[in-house]
């Protein structure tokens, strides 16, 4: 039943961030050759936008909102908070002319990973937690004794789902950093 910890984990977590790297890459090299870098400049604001809808989950999470399945709505922030990361990425490109923006890319990536590390090594631990308890279950153990038997890697997990809210204060960050650079573009555009 359970997964090999590479197959299972590392794998699918490498092919992820691979694929956004690569993705960035060649998107870069796409909009260079055809002389779309204007395109990446305001790719910016599709990015920021998707990546704005996929906090739609978090308000769900929290209850602000009552409508949507959560587990569906969870898969689709993960899935516009990468593309919205990707575009954002594109975005970027390889022009250094301003930090602030460097920062909230940093920030944002630092994010975009917290994120996945997070939901890889729940996803890990909650199996091992879970296979535990029907590994003692089928020993014939009471229910008391199999929590007994398995609260250290119960507490463990609890520890493990708190360290997801280094997710959202890193989200923060960037949110201030990002809104920062957006600003000050609008300002210089004369959008504000
Ligand atoms: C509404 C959304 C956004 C708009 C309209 C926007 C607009 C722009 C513009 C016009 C530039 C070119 C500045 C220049 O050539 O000096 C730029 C550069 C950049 N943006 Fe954005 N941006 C947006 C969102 C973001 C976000 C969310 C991030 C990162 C998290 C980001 C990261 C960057 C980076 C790293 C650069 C390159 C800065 C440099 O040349 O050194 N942008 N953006």
Redesign the pocket.
């Known amino acids: 039943m359970k997964h090999s910890l590479w197959r299972g984990h590392v794998l699918p977590f490498t092919v992820l961030l691979g694929l956004l790297a690569a993705a960035t890459l060649a998107g870069d090299f796409v909009l260079h050759r055809f002389n779309l870098v204007w395109v990446g ?2 790719m ?2 599709p ?3 998707l ?1 704005i809808g996929s906090l739609y989950y978090s308000l769900r999470k929290r209850k602000y909102v009552t409508s949507g399945n959560p587990k569906t709505l969870l898969s689709l922030h993960e899935f516009s908070a990468w593309l919205g ?1 990707l575009m ?1 990425l594109i ?3 390889i ?5 602030l ?2 920062l ?2 940093v ?2 990536g630092v994010n975009v990973i917290s994120g996945m590390v997070g939901k890889m090594l729940l996803n890990r631990a909650r199996e091992h937690v879970q296979g535990e308890r029907e590994h003692f279950q089928l020993r014939g153990l009471s229910k008391p004794e199999v929590e007994q038997a398995v609260f250290w890697d119960a507490v463990a997990l609890g520890a493990m789902a708190q360290w997801r809210k280094v997710h959202i204060p890193i989200f923060v960050v ?1 949110a201030v ?2 809104l920062g ?2 600003v000050s ?2 300002l ?2 004369g959008w504000v």
């Open positions: 400049r305001y910016g604001i990015g920021t936008l990546i990361s954002v975005h970027a490109g022009h250094f002319n301003a930090i923006p460097w909230a890319t920030a944002m960037f950093l990002a650079h957006i573009i609008f210089f555009w």
